[in-house]
């Protein structure tokens, strides 16, 4: 009685929900992405002062 209409429900749920997480999880990737390319230079640079310090 009440599973056919949960599953039904689910299924809604489930194809409304998937464009959404899609999105995220392509704007979480590229914010990762463009992160990194924007500190890297930052972090060689810090470790090139720090070495002579750190050996």
């Not at 689910?10 to 914010?31: A, D, F, N, R, S």
């Amino acid at each position: 009685k009440w599973v056919p209409v949960l599953q039904e429900k689910w299924v809604t749920l489930c194809t409304t929900v998937k464009p959404h997480v899609q999105t995220v999880t392509t704007k979480t990737v590229e914010v990762y992405e463009q992160s990194k390319t924007v500190i890297t230079p930052h972090i060689v640079k810090t470790k090139e002062m720090a070495d002579p310090y750190l050996k």
